[in-house]
């Protein structure tokens, strides 16, 4: 595997050591030439022992459901080789993603074009590059594939329920029932091949129901395409996957679900090849953020009537929602508390001049000093790849890791040799 930057840890170190030794070295490290001040920029470690943990209990739980993991949920890129490495394909929503994929060796038949609404320019991109699955949702991107990419393979985006997920996706991407079949009937007119349905139960789900729904959902619509003479044999069911530390009981019960909506709506035998676009699944866990208290401020809280709690500290931080935190506002920082210590009430700026750069209104924890470094879990997922540099902060850096046994285990150079797990796996 090419290393893309990844620190082999020694047996006797962990995560946690590590994380310590990037402190302690950012405060050895005073400046560097170009002036940076390297000792108050947050940092994100990515523990990618994690996501073969998670790769595995995957193929244990949804044997059938091969992962397409959803690079923009976070395009580090020894996160994708990692993947890579462990046999998953890629779901891209955009020429850049599609390149970046193939730049760390990925083939194109691993990869799926899941962007319903493309510029023309990108999918004449897949075209050359041979990425052949695309999905789509309405008649005028039909127009735009027919013109650029006639050896397409097909895949209908439909609409399901996704009122019990954090992140709606289905007002924005999908085709309504009543239109399946119209639309369906244009691609026989223009000659394009419809290989089978997706969907997207929006993300961070919270109902396992809606999968099953969904799978019923894709079944009516298979069952139109074949009258209409298409060879229907991809079914794809999306994200919506929890991956945050703790994500195991939903995750099994939504496998649960899952599995048996398949196995009664698409039995094994009936040759549908059923793929998954997992994003958070994935990442969340894997990633600790870093973040330095560059300043503090101590303030009277003049509602309050409680002597003991009438101090608020204003701790102003090196990561906020510009940055790393973009949509994590409610996340709380990770401190180690010694019993009995006193808390007080908080509230975590941001580093920029945005009065909206707040990361949380209220969270009791204990003091903390100009210098001292909290860390915040569960930082995967939709986080370093929406962060942008506004005022001309710093990203986050990120140190990816693995320990040296899974490093023992992943196959060098061979991305397609497949991890002993693998085996009962297709
Ligand atoms: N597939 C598509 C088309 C998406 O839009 C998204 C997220 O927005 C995903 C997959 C990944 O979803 P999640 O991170 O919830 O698994």
Redesign the pocket.
């Given at each position: 595997m090419d290393l893309c930057d990844i620190e082999i840890l020694d047996t006797t170190k962990t995560i946690s050591d590590f994380i310590n030794d990037k402190i302690k070295e950012r405060h050895s490290v005073v400046s560097i030439p170009d002036i940076i001040y390297l000792h108050e920029v947050s940092f994100h470690v990515a523990n990618l022992d994690d996501l073969h943990q998670k790769h595995i209990r995957w193929l244990r739980t949804l044997p059938r459901v091969k992962p397409f993991y959803?690079v923009?949920?976070n395009s580090t890129p020894a996160v994708i080789r990692m993947l890579s490495t462990l046999g998953t394909g890629f779901?891209c929503?955009s020429k850049g993603e599609i390149e970046l994929v193939l730049s760390l060796g990925v083939t194109p038949e691993k990869i799926i074009f899941?962007?319903?609404t493309k510029p023309q320019s990108h999918i004449k991109y897949a075209s050359t590059r041979g990425v052949d699955m695309m999905?789509f949702d309405c008649e005028e991107e039909l127009l735009k594939i027919s013109a650029c990419h006639t050896r397409a393979k097909l895949v209908l985006?439909i609409a399901v329920d996704d009122s019990k997920?954090a992140?709606k996706?289905s007002q924005k991407?999908g085709t309504k029932p009543s239109v399946v079949k119209k639309l369906l009937e244009r691609c026989k007119e223009l000659d394009l091949e419809v290989i089978g349905v997706?969907f997207?139960v929006?993300?961070?789900?919270t109902d396992s129901l809606a999968y099953r729904q969904a799978i019923e959902d894709a079944r009516h619509v298979f069952d139109t395409a074949v009258l209409l003479g298409f060879q229907m044999r991809l079914l794809d069911i999306?994200?919506?996957?929890p991956?945050k530390e703790g994500f195991q009981i939903q995750f099994d019960e939504f496998s649960k679900v899952i599995n048996e909506a398949l196995d009664e709506f698409f039995p094994a035998d009936s040759g549908v090849q059923v793929i998954?676009?997992?994003?958070?699944?994935?990442v969340?866990s894997a990633f600790t953020l870093a973040v330095n208290v560059f300043a503090k401020k101590v303030v009277m809280d003049d509602s309050s009537s409680d002597p003991e709690n009438d101090r608020v500290m204003m701790y102003y931080i090196s990561d906020g929602v510009f940055g790393s935190l973009n949509c994590l506002i409610s996340y709380p920082a990770h401190t180690n508390v010694a019993p009995g210590e006193k808390r007080y009430r908080s509230i975590i700026w941001g580093p920029t001049c945005s009065s909206v750069d707040r990361v949380t209104a209220t969270y009791w924890m204990p003091e903390v000093q100009v210098g001292d470094w909290l860390l915040i879990d569960n930082m995967g997922?939709?986080s370093v790849c929406c962060s942008s540099d506004f005022n001309c902060f710093y990203k986050a850096h990120v140190y990816p890791v693995l320990s040296a046994q899974t490093w023992n285990i992943t196959p060098k150079n061979e991305l397609e040799t497949p991890l002993p797990l693998q085996s009962s796996y297709n």
């Amino acid at each position: 595997m090419d290393l893309c930057d990844i620190e082999i840890l020694d047996t006797t170190k962990t995560i946690s050591d590590f994380i310590n030794d990037k402190i302690k070295e950012r405060h050895s490290v005073v400046s560097i030439p170009d002036i940076i001040y390297l000792h108050e920029v947050s940092f994100h470690v990515a523990n990618l022992d994690d996501l073969h943990q998670k790769h595995i209990r995957w193929l244990r739980t949804l044997p059938r459901v091969k992962p397409f993991y959803a690079v923009k949920c976070n395009s580090t890129p020894a996160v994708i080789r990692m993947l890579s490495t462990l046999g998953t394909g890629f779901d891209c929503a955009s020429k850049g993603e599609i390149e970046l994929v193939l730049s760390l060796g990925v083939t194109p038949e691993k990869i799926i074009f899941a962007h319903t609404t493309k510029p023309q320019s990108h999918i004449k991109y897949a075209s050359t590059r041979g990425v052949d699955m695309m999905t789509f949702d309405c008649e005028e991107e039909l127009l735009k594939i027919s013109a650029c990419h006639t050896r397409a393979k097909l895949v209908l985006r439909i609409a399901v329920d996704d009122s019990k997920s954090a992140i709606k996706l289905s007002q924005k991407f999908g085709t309504k029932p009543s239109v399946v079949k119209k639309l369906l009937e244009r691609c026989k007119e223009l000659d394009l091949e419809v290989i089978g349905v997706s969907f997207h139960v929006g993300s961070g789900c919270t109902d396992s129901l809606a999968y099953r729904q969904a799978i019923e959902d894709a079944r009516h619509v298979f069952d139109t395409a074949v009258l209409l003479g298409f060879q229907m044999r991809l079914l794809d069911i999306g994200g919506g996957f929890p991956g945050k530390e703790g994500f195991q009981i939903q995750f099994d019960e939504f496998s649960k679900v899952i599995n048996e909506a398949l196995d009664e709506f698409f039995p094994a035998d009936s040759g549908v090849q059923v793929i998954a676009e997992p994003g958070r699944y994935y990442v969340d866990s894997a990633f600790t953020l870093a973040v330095n208290v560059f300043a503090k401020k101590v303030v009277m809280d003049d509602s309050s009537s409680d002597p003991e709690n009438d101090r608020v500290m204003m701790y102003y931080i090196s990561d906020g929602v510009f940055g790393s935190l973009n949509c994590l506002i409610s996340y709380p920082a990770h401190t180690n508390v010694a019993p009995g210590e006193k808390r007080y009430r908080s509230i975590i700026w941001g580093p920029t001049c945005s009065s909206v750069d707040r990361v949380t209104a209220t969270y009791w924890m204990p003091e903390v000093q100009v210098g001292d470094w909290l860390l915040i879990d569960n930082m995967g997922a939709y986080s370093v790849c929406c962060s942008s540099d506004f005022n001309c902060f710093y990203k986050a850096h990120v140190y990816p890791v693995l320990s040296a046994q899974t490093w023992n285990i992943t196959p060098k150079n061979e991305l397609e040799t497949p991890l002993p797990l693998q085996s009962s796996y297709n």
